[in-house]
């Protein structure tokens, strides 16, 4: 059945850093592929998405590539902020009709001034 | 526009005692879910609707019953709830199977002693 690994967490760094979340999966068909960001006390929310191979998902400076190849999806931030802190959760969805997701156990980012 | 809301926000149960958890949204969604949410362990689907009067189940369905007398609504019943059941509940909507981005409640936090 179709799978999502994280990699092991907490990840801790500083502001201004590099961040790398690595994420790989396995599927049937061809599945899309997302990162959903929960805040402290809140529900999660989509942060990124691609839909099919070599597509670039991005927004408010996170980027994901979708990697056939490696079957994977890891998320990058070039300058991370202490507001990105937060658990960070990849997904795919499979060739379904009904838009079930796949979660990975999740990483918890903290970022300190 | 609310979005997703969930009633309640924490509750505790002793164990064999019922309960129902409340999920609503305004944005006229068909397909709704409702997940659990352990340490570790990602979000795993409970159940799932694709539109109003259906239902089916999902990854760990066991112990819980679900019904969708109304569009907007989604309820989650623990019939005799057990230890087990300790977790955070979230639920979710989707405007269609396809668009697979699901826009989350703030969620339920639930203790069975």
């Known amino acids: 059945g179709d799978s999502v690994t994280q990699m092991e967490g907490p990840v801790t760094l500083s502001e201004e850093a590099f961040l790398t979340i690595n994420c790989t999966y396995t599927a049937t068909g061809y599945p899309s592929l997302f990162w959903y960001v929960q805040y402290p006390g809140e529900g999660l929310q989509l942060l990124l998405k691609?839909?099919?191979?070599?597509d670039k998902g991005s927004n408010k400076g996170f980027e994901a590539t979708y990697r056939k190849e490696t079957t994977s999806f890891h998320l990058e931030k070039g300058s991370v902020q202490v507001s990105d802190s937060a658990v960070y959760f990849c997904a795919n969805a499979g060739g379904t009709s009904y838009g079930k997701l796949t979660f990975g156990q999740g990483t918890i980012l903290t970022v300190h001034p | 526009n609310a979005g997703v809301t969930q009633t309640p926000k924490f509750r505790v149960l002793k164990t064999g005692q019922s309960m129902t958890l409340l999920c609503a949204q305004d944005?006229?969604?068909?397909?709704m879910y409702w997940y659990r949410q352990d340490p570790g362990m990602g979000l795993r689907l409970i159940h799932y609707s694709v539109g109003e009067g259906t239902t089916a189940k999902g990854e760990v369905p066991d112990g819980y019953n679900v019904s969708r007398l109304k569009k907007q609504n989604f309820l989650l019943g623990l019939e005799s709830a057990a230890p087990s059941q300790t977790s955070v509940y979230f639920c979710?909507?989707?405007?269609?199977?396809?668009?697979?981005?699901?826009?989350f409640g703030p969620g339920t936090r639930l203790t069975v002693t």
């Open positions: 979710a909507s989707s405007p269609t199977g396809f668009s697979y981005e699901q826009y």
């Open positions: 691609a839909t099919k191979a070599d």
């Open positions: 944005m006229n969604h068909e397909y």
